[in-house]
């Protein structure tokens, strides 16, 4: 897990967050052991941003790579932040509910949980199977 950490770190260096100075660095492990990172990235046009997690999804995606199997994400504060919903809606489209999630803060505490613990009763492919509608 320390790569992990040593990556998100590195990329929530790189964030845009001039107006909520909120910097946060996550970075995705992939079932063939590659890492993929990114950082938040704000717009003045708010609430027009990219959370770090979809940044690392989208590296990912772009990568060739569809499954995840483990997930850190860094911020500073007093507690572990969370990724927020969209973002775990996101990390369920690519990643199995026991899929770990690390919260971590750049002071050292750590949270853990698993993806299905995160967003229980997430939207999948199997909720588009026809509904016998147009048929």
């Not at 996550?26 to 990235?41: D, E, H, Q, S």
């Not at 990912?60 to 932040?81: D, K, Q, Y």
């Not at 927020?84 to 505490?109: H, N, W, Y």
Request: glycine share 12%; proline share 5%; aromatic share 4%.
């Amino acid at each position: 897990m320390q790569d992990l950490v040593t990556a998100a770190t590195a990329a929530r260096e790189n964030a845009h967050a001039p107006y909520s100075n909120f910097k946060v660095g996550a970075a995705i492990r992939t079932a063939t052991g590659r890492v993929f990172t990114g950082c938040n990235v704000e717009n003045i046009a708010y609430p027009e941003g990219t959370c770090a997690e979809a940044g690392a999804i989208a590296a990912m995606v772009a990568a060739g790579e569809r499954e995840i199997s483990e997930v850190l994400v860094i911020a500073g504060g007093e507690e572990p932040v969370s990724p927020c919903g969209g973002c775990r809606q996101k990390l369920a489209e690519f990643g199995a509910p026991d899929v770990p999630v690390t919260m971590a803060t750049i002071s050292g505490r750590i949270a853990t949980a698993r993806l299905g613990e995160l967003l229980p009763g997430a939207f999948s492919a199997r909720h588009m199977a026809g509904d016998g509608e147009g048929e």
